[in-house]
């Protein structure tokens, strides 16, 4: 399959109970489960994934939804600015400003099939522009839309940094 690393499942993924909430500064807070997000346009993206531990996964095939449409349906205040990508295991979280993520893709699958869980199935936030490799935030079940952006405290860059060695 695919040449990216596997880090530990955490024990609060679990798979089987997923869905993606959408909550916040937006009009309709919103629960998306796996047909849902099915039923959304489908983009596909081939790139290499560097990750800052010095490797590289080359030609990785993404398939999946933007999440500029996951976000539209939930329609973000006039206020709103940035949002927080939140990993399903409680801990893990990332700040974008919103035209940032929009263009990101919430990855379900992964050269060809279902994204695993060991490599943050069944989503993941896949940016599509500049971006450093921890925030690609894996098992993504709550995007939290804010009129502000968030605390350094509120993201897992220290989390991801300390994996670093």
Known sequence: MSGLEVHDVPDGVDPDA???????????????DR??????????????????????????????VRVGDVLDRAAPTAAASHALVHAMDGEYACSFPLNDLADAVLALELDGAALPVEHGGPARLVPTGEADCWESVKWVAELTVTESAPEDADTAESIALSRVG
């Open 18 to 32: 997923w869905h993606l909430d959408v909550t916040g500064a937006v009009a309709s807070e919103l629960t998306f």
């Open 35 to 64: 047909e849902d997000l099915r039923a959304l346009p489908v983009e596909t993206f081939t790139a290499d994934f560097t990750c800052v531990e010095g490797w590289v996964a080359e030609d990785l095939s993404w398939r999946g």
